[in-house]
């Protein structure tokens, strides 16, 4: 058995090609495996405590895999605007792949019929409620907006892009006053529903098109409009990480210490920042801005150690199946969720159905749920480990 897995590793290894970052790749596809295995669970209603979202103010390990995300597409940018001249070309390419991500993730939201109700209606229920941000939507703009700003400012100018969004953020959160419907007037409130950026998400989109509808006073969405400026600036400490990488002036095990280094510190700036505005994946605050990209440059700079100073790589080599096809990864296994959802068993889902009559009856419900949610990723490895035999990548 170790000698079958040595191989399979090997050979997915000996496929990688040698100008890409492979540490870069591993931790995409650790992330994109996360997000996969916390996303399908067997049941919502039996899941362990860190591979939930905090409810609000806090950090839970899950809250980092979106941020890790955004670290990545500005990671991206540094090292692609590296290699690439200034041309016409590149920056079609950036609104057609900003287009696609966005519609891909509109795309997702619309798939979706429920056999089980007869007075469900595709029209009224789903397109004419259509959800306009999301995670997909998010990556898009953050992505378009990210590059142009490392496009047109020096190394020093996106350090002073990065202060001032979160600035202009934290300003705008705490001291531009809005007002209710019942007339009642507010100002640097930072409460579920009741903050400047939800007020933006009600007043902007409207409630049948926001994520939580049933908040109170302003329902909002978790990737709205205002709280994905500081998302910019997650991505600006990606391609600042880029740029360094890139450069000539080190040897890889000292930028691995420094990467190492410059996240304890900001992830202690996070900390200090949080007493005054609260870590919250939801607002993305500046505080969560600086925690996750610190434990983004924490684990790449170990993965950098482990990968290309050391050269323990075997393990890795499922997550590079991952990490080289996330977004197909991720538009898959939303595909196939939704189906499982969809598909009719008795009076339940086939998901249900499944959970109920196999997981939960060989477990007990949480593990069992979590063991729904590992068998889930283990066939979405199965396709995509064919999909990359066969050199096939899914790229907007």
Request: glycine share 6%.
């Amino acid at each position: 058995m170790f000698q079958f897995f040595r191989q399979h590793a090997d050979n997915i290894l000996a496929k990688c090609h040698n100008d890409r970052l492979l540490a870069l790749d591993v931790l995409r596809g650790i992330t994109i495996t996360a997000m996969v295995i916390v996303n399908n669970p067997g049941s919502w209603s039996h899941i362990y405590a860190p591979l939930k979202h905090a409810h609000w103010h806090g950090l839970t390990p899950t809250d980092l895999i979106f941020p890790f995300f955004v670290f990545m597409v500005g990671v991206s940018i540094g090292i692609v605007q590296h290699r690439k001249s200034n041309t016409l070309a590149l920056h079609k390419t950036v609104w057609l792949r900003s287009a696609k991500l966005f519609g891909l993730g509109l795309f997702l939201f619309l798939f979706y019929f429920n056999f089980q109700s007869a007075t469900f209606n595709w029209f009224t229920d789903r397109l004419s409620q259509i959800r306009w941000m999301g995670v997909l939507q998010r990556l898009a703009l953050v992505y378009l907006l990210t590059y142009y700003l490392a496009h047109y400012l020096t190394r020093k100018g996106l350090w002073w892009a990065f202060v001032c969004t979160l600035a202009v953020y934290w300003l705008s959160m705490m001291y531009i006053p809005y007002t209710s419907a019942d007339g009642t007037e507010y100002v640097g409130q930072l409460l579920f529903g009741n903050n400047f950026a939800a007020y933006l998400d009600a007043t902007l989109l409207g409630k049948q098109h926001l994520y939580y509808q049933k908040a109170t006073p302003f329902p909002f969405d978790p990737e709205g409009i205002w709280s994905t400026i500081p998302a910019i600036a997650s991505a600006i400490s990606g391609v600042l990480t880029g740029q360094y990488l890139l450069s000539p002036n080190n040897s890889t095990p000292t930028k691995a210490k420094k990467l190492c280094l410059f996240g304890g510190l900001a992830l202690i700036l996070g900390y200090t920042v949080a007493n005054d505005f609260p870590i919250n994946k939801q607002l993305w605050s500046p505080s969560f801005v600086l925690v996750s990209s610190a434990w983004a440059l924490i684990i790449l700079s170990g993965l950098i150690w482990l990968l290309d100073v050391k050269h323990y790589r075997r393990w890795s080599a499922p997550f590079v199946v991952f990490g080289m096809n996330a977004i197909g990864f991720f538009v898959l296994s939303g595909v196939i969720a939704r189906v499982l959802l969809m598909i009719p068993a008795g009076e339940v889902s086939l998901k249900s159905f499944l959970y109920n009559t196999v997981f939960s009856n060989l477990f007990s419900p949480t593990f069992g749920s979590f063991a729904f949610a590992l068998c889930f990723c283990g066939i979405c490895y199965w396709i995509f480990y064919q999909l990359y035999q066969k050199q096939i990548f899914f790229k907007v």
